[in-house]
């Protein structure tokens, strides 16, 4: 007899146009850390939004799990099925126009395949900023930023996807769609349902098209590797730093002397800005619309945190090159770590006041466990921390129990702190237990009662999100 997911997939056959189906190859069975595998699935590759509505609206009435799938970077696992079923993976990559750019009202009509770096290179040309600023900015796609509300490094001044956001088209999961490509600043109508759609990880819908702020390209950019006399100095430099340049600054983040070590000791660069490695040092970013003078200031600024005792040391970038090789550097300590063979890798975030505790407690802890140390770096401009630990002796990372040991660890710090233990990337999958242990009990059954409101069927992206 033929298994029952079986036959709903081969209704679905009967139902669809065959160019909808495409090959579901290798790229959609894992994800970047390899910790989720999906066995089987079918793979389909919609070009319009009423092409995604027909195919939900067929896997809703067969009950067939439907995956959204980006660019497929995502951290938790969310894009990987890995229930019993075979699922509908709807990768969005063919539905990825840029509808319409007002430069008026600074804002980008963009379709949810749009990969985040041809978006930022389209409204450059305009002169426009799109500032969302992650790693993984040319594979990475608009619908799945929004789906998991993305951070990176500009949150400090542009805020998180949500922040960038004004509308939304979704293909909800009965297949009706819910058109909000709202281009108001300002709309206090009913309830905010963009921002209900907005980092749940394709469980309440597939996100199909998205109206965006954009923003003038600053005209002056400074940046600079200061070196601080230890972390509680690194807060305190951000404040001064604030009273100094207000909102020009565009990133602000710390980096370790095992952060230097390792992208040096994996060659992936040749030379750190300092001549003896600091224990810790910020790289600075700020950038102007208007003429002022940026570098000067940031030397001069600089030197008076210097008087006050709050930097030790200072390099500046002098030309547009230096610049970007600052960024760089910054840019490839993910990269690094993975080379050097990290244990855990944690991205947590604490309130901003509270980072040189959080990193003093998980020092003293991972210590207690004998072997180990961490490289802890990121962007303490808005509290996001990464905290990997690695063996002294380069044991093999692959170590589930003892990799369970120290998330339970950081976990437990985190929340002593009122912090998060998924600062970027979401829950997906991997991080379920952990909502489920941070949140209330109110909290999580009102989750429950969503989902099963906008989805009865529990369709869309089960074994995501839902404790
Ligand atoms: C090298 C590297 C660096 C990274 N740096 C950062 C960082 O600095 N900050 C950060 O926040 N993240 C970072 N990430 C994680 C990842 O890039 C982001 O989560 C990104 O937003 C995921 O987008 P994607 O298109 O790849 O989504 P996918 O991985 O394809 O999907 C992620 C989730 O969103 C859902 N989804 C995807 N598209 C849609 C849609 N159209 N509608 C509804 N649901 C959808 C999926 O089902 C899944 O649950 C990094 C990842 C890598 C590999």
Known sequence: MQNPSRKKIAKLREKLNPSLFSEFSDRYKSEPRGQFKASEGILLAPETTRDVAEIVSHCNALKIPVIPYGGGTGLVGGQIYTG?????VISLHKLNKIRDISVADNLVTVEAGCILQELQEHVAQSNLLFPLSIASKGSCQIGGNLATNAGGVHVIRYGNTRDLCLGLEVVLPDGSVMNNLNSLYKDNQGLDLKNLMIGSEGILGIITAATMKVFPKPVEEATAYLSVPDLDSA???????RENFGGLISAFELISKAS???????????????????????????????????????????????????????????SEKQRL??????????????????????????????????????????AKL???????????????????????????????????????????????????????HGTGRLRINELRRSRDKT?????????????????????VLVP
């Open 84 to 88: 019993p079923e075979i699922p509908a």
């Open 370 to 424: 004998g072997g180990l140390t961490a490289n802890c770096f990121g962007h303490i401009g808005d509290g996001n921390i990464h905290y990997n630990v690695f063996g002294l002796s380069g044991e093999s990372h692959d170590n589930p129990e003892l990799k369970s040991k120290i998330r339970e660890i950081i976990f437990s710090i985190v929340n002593s702190l009122e912090g998060s233990s998924s600062a970027e």
């Open 260 to 318: 230097f070590q390792f992208v040096k000791k994996t060659g992936l660069v040749t030379r750190v800005p300092f001549e003896t490695t600091p224990k810790w040092a910020v790289l600075v970013d700020l950038g102007s619309e208007f003429h002022i003078d940026l570098h000067e200031r940031l030397v001069e600024v600089s030197g008076q945190a210097l008087s006050k005792k709050l930097i030790l040391d200072g390099v500046f970038a002098n």
């Open 443 to 463: 909290y999580l059954s009102t989750i429950r009662k969503i989902k099963g409101t906008m989805d009865p069927n529990n369709i869309m992206n089960p074994g």
């Open 325 to 366: 090789d600052f960024w760089n550097l910054r840019e490839l300590i993910p990269e690094a770590n993975r080379r050097i063979g990290y244990i855990a890798a944690n991205n947590i975030s604490v309130p901003i006041s509270k980072i040189s505790k959080f990193v003093e407690m998980a020092d003293a802890e991972i």
């Open 235 to 241: 807060i305190m430099l951000l404040q001064f730093f």
